[in-house]
């Protein structure tokens, strides 16, 4: 079964620390998207990877094929990044079935 | 740019009513999905389409229909609502596939079944 898995599940940090937040997935992806969900709920797209690194502002994501695993950075955290993060595994064939982790809810203090 | 636009963000409905979400999109997307979140799980595909004339189901299609007469528009209906409808729903559109382009979600629909 085609699963992601999110860790941690929620993470306090004070500002200005670097955050790190993990996803693992199955073999065989060909995409892993990174979101961020608002306290309102909103989502928005943060990154599309399929392999290495990319950067936006203070945010990096990361993804290593052969260890089925992605990372997402937040340097110089603020308390505006609270949100929700939440990793998706697109796996190879498949058009629009995403596979979603639960999420990591993220609250940093200032 | 409005980019996706849903419609209600809130509805409550009883048992047995019938409601349609409206999804709507400014982009000239081809790609176009509906997805409902419940507490504490990952996003679940309902359907999807990859134009105008084309749907398709997705994990969780029971108890939901949807067409695409337009680019633009990609309606959701429930019918006969249950409980276990109970959930957010968020519309999101992509130029191409997921695997090449960002998603664009929409603000969410809280539906509530009483």
């Known amino acids: 079964k085609n699963e992601v898995e999110q860790s941690p599940q929620n993470l306090t940090a004070q500002e200005g620390e670097f955050i790190t937040i993990n996803c693992s997935y199955s073999?065989?992806?060909?995409?892993l998207h990174w979101l961020q969900q608002h306290p309102g709920g909103g989502i928005v797209s943060l990154f599309m990877l399929s392999s290495g690194k990319k950067k936006h502002g203070r945010l990096i994501a990361t993804i290593n094929i052969q260890e089925k695993h992605s990372s997402l950075h937040i340097t110089a955290s603020h308390p505006r990044d609270s949100a929700v993060y939440i990793c998706?595994?697109?796996?190879?064939?498949?058009?629009?079935?995403?596979?979603f982790g639960k999420g990591t809810k993220l609250s940093v203090k200032p | 740019n409005a980019g996706v636009t849903q419609t209600p963000k809130f509805r409550i409905l009883k048992i047995g009513q019938s409601m349609t979400l409206q999804c709507t999109q400014d982009m000239n997307h081809n790609y176009m999905y509906w997805y409902r979140q419940d507490p504490g799980m990952g996003l679940k595909l309902i359907y999807y389409s990859v134009g105008a004339g084309i749907t398709d189901k997705g994990e969780v299609p029971n108890g939901y229909n949807v067409s695409r007469s337009t680019t633009e528009d990609f309606p959701l209906r429930l019918e006969l609502a249950a409980p276990s409808q109970t959930s957010v729903y968020f519309c999101?559109?992509?130029?191409?596939?997921?695997?090449?382009?960002?998603?664009?979600f929409g603000e969410g629909s809280r539906l509530t079944v009483l």
């Open positions: 073999v065989g992806i060909s995409a």
């Open positions: 998706a595994a697109l796996y190879g064939g498949s058009q629009g079935n995403l596979i």
């Open positions: 999101a559109s992509s130029y191409t596939q997921p695997n090449t382009g960002e998603l664009f």
